[in-house]
């Protein structure tokens, strides 16, 4: 019996040494890993520092960009409104002059003479318009130094539909 417990006992221990050779070799297969593993992490740590580092960049370009874009609005938001209170002058003495040239046209007619020129409203007192809606709009030709009606050049037609639009 003690021939068969020492021939069981053999048989184990060359169990044991298979086992060992086998795992001896799986970890000498995760030590070569390993290192190929920390190689990969390693380079993977230095990509992950570059995108950071060109997030931030990018960071500091959007931020500067929008500086300067606020910047060009504010500066576009002045120059509209200067470009508006300019329209709203231009608008009234062009209203004015269109008012003084009809009224001048009428009286010239009652009078059958040419036209003199009179003096223009003061431009620091605006002042009070007919409404659009109360002015005549008399399609009467200009006359010319001989007292006859003269046909208007495409540009003057084209200012006197300007002003009628802009009403």
Do not use: C, Y
Not at 54 to 59: D, H, Q
Not at 69 to 96: P, W
Not at 123 to 149: I, K, N, Q, R
Request: charge should be neutral; avoid cysteine; hydrophobic fraction near 45%.
């Amino acid at each position: 019996m003690e021939w068969l417990l020492e021939i069981a006992l053999i048989g184990l221990l060359l169990a044991t040494m298979f086992h060992a050779v086998r795992l001896e070799r799986a970890l000498g297969v995760l030590k070569r890993d390993r290192a190929a593993l920390e190689e990969l992490v390693a380079g993977f740590n230095d990509s992950t520092r570059a995108a950071e580092q060109g997030i931030e960049r990018l960071k500091q370009a959007a931020d500067g960009a929008g500086r300067q874009i606020a910047r060009q609005v504010e500066a576009a938001n002045r120059l509209k409104d200067d470009l508006v209170f300019l329209n709203e002058r231009g608008t009234t003495v062009a209203d004015r002059l269109d008012h003084l040239v009809r009224a001048g046209r009428s009286l010239d007619l009652a009078t059958g003479r040419p036209a003199t020129p009179s003096a223009p409203a003061p431009m620091s007192e605006p002042a009070p318009e007919p409404a659009p809606h109360e002015m005549p709009l008399p399609e009467v030709p200009p006359l010319d130094p001989t007292g006859t009606p003269r046909l208007r050049s495409q540009a003057e037609r084209d200012l006197m539909r300007a002003l009628r639009i802009a009403r």
